[in-house]
Nanobody, 123 residues
Framework: QVQLAESGGELVQAGGSLRLSCVASGRTKNTYPMGWFRQAPGKEREFVATMTWGGDNTYYADSVKGRFTISRDNAKNTVYLQMYSLKPDDTAVYYC????????????????WGQGTQVTVSS
């Protein structure tokens, strides 16, 4: 089992930046790909970014490409999502997740999820 805990979400003005953190505990010795998803009110959960635990490959949703960066610190068992140039459309609950493999753009490939952290971007 892997436990994930996100933090860093808050209210920010449009154009601002935030860094979300996700600390993994439990069976973190396994090399899970790690991802970020988000869910806005009344919308389905959507893919934001993902990376292999080794960090060799990163992938982003078109809507955040060039503005968000996913990274990790293996020594701290932590994955980050650095967000720049935030827009009101980025308002959502952001979830960190660990995958067992498969299609990393698909939420169903992720076996472990955090509780989420709220990001609100005001216009």
């Amino acid at each position: 089992q892997v436990q994930l805990a996100e933090s860093g979400g808050e209210l920010v003005q449009a154009g601002g930046s935030l860094r979300l953190s996700c600390v993994a505990s439990g069976r973190t010795k396994n090399t899970y790909p790690m991802g970020w998803f988000r869910q806005a009110p009344g919308k389905e959960r959507e893919f934001v970014a993902t990376m292999t635990w080794g960090g060799d490959n990163t992938y982003y949703a078109d809507s955040v490409k060039g503005r968000f960066t996913i990274s990790r610190d293996n020594a701290k068992n932590t994955v980050y999502l650095q967000m720049y140039s935030l827009k009101p459309d980025d308002t959502a609950v952001y979830y960190c997740a660990a995958a067992l493999g498969g299609d990393l753009y698909n939420a169903q490939s992720y076996a472990y999820w955090g509780q989420g952290t709220q990001v609100t971007v005001s216009s």
